[in-house]
């Protein structure tokens, strides 16, 4: 019989393991406090927006016709309990704390609380939230104090992007487990039994060597960004071109080319907050001084938000006061709908609280970003946001932008003046339609 799994927390990452789970043959239920997304996800719709995921629902959600039928959603924990799962996947959210660099693990925590007297014996629990390193030694102490008999806790953290999140999923280019037991790795290598038969490595080790992988793989990322945003700093100081360099050190495969797009630095639900959290757990542990190299990561990352206002306060004669300003995106990278600590949305506010009129168009980031932002103008376009504009922000490089004709642009802005915070435009065909095409870390044309 094959497995039944559940899914605690139907977010960006639940939403997307629930339906992958059940694409790879288990029964599964997915359980959110959310109602409204709870309601959406029963219908087969994509609370947010993650290409191929609504596909991926349409095709096992139960009740839709032709589906396999094999994935429900509830809010009620005693369905949990009734389902009786033999894997129950923990995905969370793990904030920033209010005020502070620490995780909040309060929602791991009351997840846990919940799960723990409601699973059969037997059962295993694995957490995939991204949590400072002894979580899971902690939670293990809470399973044996509360869950029945012979239920065993595995870390298995989630590496996937967000718009890209169905394929990482289901074809990742690592899984790795934290376990304390040969019983947790043995079911975890037939959950993934898929993925590892087709070549994803299945990388097996203790709890807090998981747990740290994840956070390690996050600095990682987080540094190398940062690291081609100081480049950039340098070749504006000094005339080069960050892009030419990005390209040139990117041929030596000990560096790669991934990675290494300067423009207004990282934002999301996850690299800024897992960054800081990594600093305040290592200080904890009395391991500080090991991560203030972080400390720079994020500052030169900060550094970036200013400086795009900086180069528009510039655009627009030295003060944002009765100026308009389009700003070009709002997520925090294209193909996602997700705004959380989004480097535009941050700039835009920016200039917005300096008394500039600051006009926003995205083309799936509105409904989040009018949430989070309500004082900003939004336009249905990026034609109406432009028009009128004094000095046009490009802030999140979406397909859509590229394709945009600067010719027609040009003809309702104020001012042909455009700042491309992504180094993603044809500065070229730009300047031909008679722009003063800048970007970040780049000559001055
Ligand atoms: N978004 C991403 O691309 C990735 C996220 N992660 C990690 O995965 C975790 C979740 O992230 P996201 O999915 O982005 O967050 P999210 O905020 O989109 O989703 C979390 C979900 O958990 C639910 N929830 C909160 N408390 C609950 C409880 N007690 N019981 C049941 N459900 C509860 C929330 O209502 C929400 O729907 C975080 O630790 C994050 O760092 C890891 C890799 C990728
Ligand atoms: O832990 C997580 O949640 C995830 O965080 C990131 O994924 P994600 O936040 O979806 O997005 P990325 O593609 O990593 O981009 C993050 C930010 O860095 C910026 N970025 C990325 C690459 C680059 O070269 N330059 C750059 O500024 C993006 O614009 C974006 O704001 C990691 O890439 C995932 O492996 C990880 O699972």
Known sequence: MALKITVIGTGYLGATHAAAMAELGFEVLG??????????????????YEPGLEELLGRHVAGIGGSSGRLRFTTSWDEL?????????VCVNTPQKHGEYA?????????FASLAPRVKGGA????????????????????????????????????LREGFAVRDTLHPDRIVVGVDGDRAEKLLREVYAAPIAEGSPFV??????????KTSANSFLATKISFINAMAEVCEAAGGDVVKLAEAIGHDERIGRKFLRAG??????????DIRAFMARAGELGADQALTFLREV???????????VELAREAVGGSFLGTRVAVLGATFKPDSDDVRDSPALNVAGQIHLQGGQVTVYDPKGMDN???????????????????????????????????????????????????DGRNALDGAEWREAGWTYRAMGRPRA
Do not use: Q
């Not at 309990?81 to 996947?89: K, P």
């Not at 995780?103 to 997840?111: R, S």
């Not at 991204?130 to 590496?159: C, I, K, Q, Y």
């Open 31 to 48: 359980l959110d406090v959310v109602p409204e997304k709870v309601a959406a996800l029963a219908a087969g719709r994509v609370p947010m």
């Open 81 to 89: 309990e009734h389902f009786g799962g033999d894997v129950h996947f």
């Open 103 to 111: 995780c909040d693990m309060a929602y791991v925590d009351a997840a």
């Open 124 to 159: 295993l629990v694995v957490g995939k939230s991204t949590v400072p390193v002894g979580s899971a030694g902690r939670l293990a102490g809470l399973l044996a104090e509360h869950a029945p008999e012979g239920v065993d806790l595995a870390w298995n953290p989630e590496f």
């Open 204 to 213: 097996v080790t203790d709890f807090p060597t998981a747990e740290l992988v």
């Open 264 to 273: 207004i630095g990282f934002g999301g639900g996850c690299l800024p907050k």
């Open 298 to 308: 994020d500052s030169i990352n900060m550094r970036r938000r200013g400086h795009m």
């Open 369 to 419: 970003a009018r949430l989070l932002f309500p004082t900003l103008r939004y336009a249905d376009s990026a034609l109406e946001a432009v028009r009128g504009a004094d000095v046009v922000l490009h802030l999140t490089e979406w397909r859509e932008f590229r394709e945009l004709d600067p010719a027609a642009l040009g003809r309702v802005a104020s001012h042909r003046v455009v700042l």
